[in-house]
């Protein structure tokens, strides 16, 4: 079940069974192993790096996107209330069957002193935490 969100009316993921959305992971993992050079990788880089492959493959696959846009974020501050400010969204970007996400990126670089699972979960609440604002 989704998680709700008072502030933005959003419903953050999971989008599991999305067919359109699953093409599009998949659009973006070949991307990323096809445009490997010698001695370099797309994953090396950066969030924006990341974040440009993805919105390549949202557009071979017929979509649109939009990375780095502008948008009002909502938050609390210490005493409880809620404001608004500017700020940036990571990845907005439509499907052909007009749908529309708006996509928080999140780098993670692995540690082998740490559990990759709880590493990817930290991750993971810290994107959607970021979305849902």
């Not at 992971?25 to 974040?51: C, F, G, H, I």
């Not at 780095?68 to 969204?89: L, Q, V």
């Not at 559990?115 to 935490?129: C, D, F, G, H, Q």
């Amino acid at each position: 079940m989704p998680i709700y969100t008072k502030f933005t009316d959003i419903f953050p993921g999971p989008f599991k069974k999305d067919k359109d959305l699953k093409q599009i992971l998949r659009k973006w993992q070949w991307l990323m192993k096809e445009l490997v050079a010698d001695d370099d990788v797309p994953w090396w880089y950066n969030e924006r790096t990341s974040v440009g492959f993805f919105a390549a493959a949202v557009w071979t696959k017929g979509g649109q996107a939009i990375e780095e846009y502008t948008t009002t974020k909502k938050f609390r501050t210490n005493r409880g209330n809620t404001n608004s400010k500017h700020g940036r969204g990571d990845l907005l970007f439509y499907l052909k069957r007009n749908k529309t996400f708006a996509a928080e990126a999140k780098q993670m670089w692995r540690s082998l002193n740490e559990s990759p699972e709880k590493k990817v979960i930290s991750v993971l609440k810290r994107a959607r935490m970021d979305a849902v604002r």
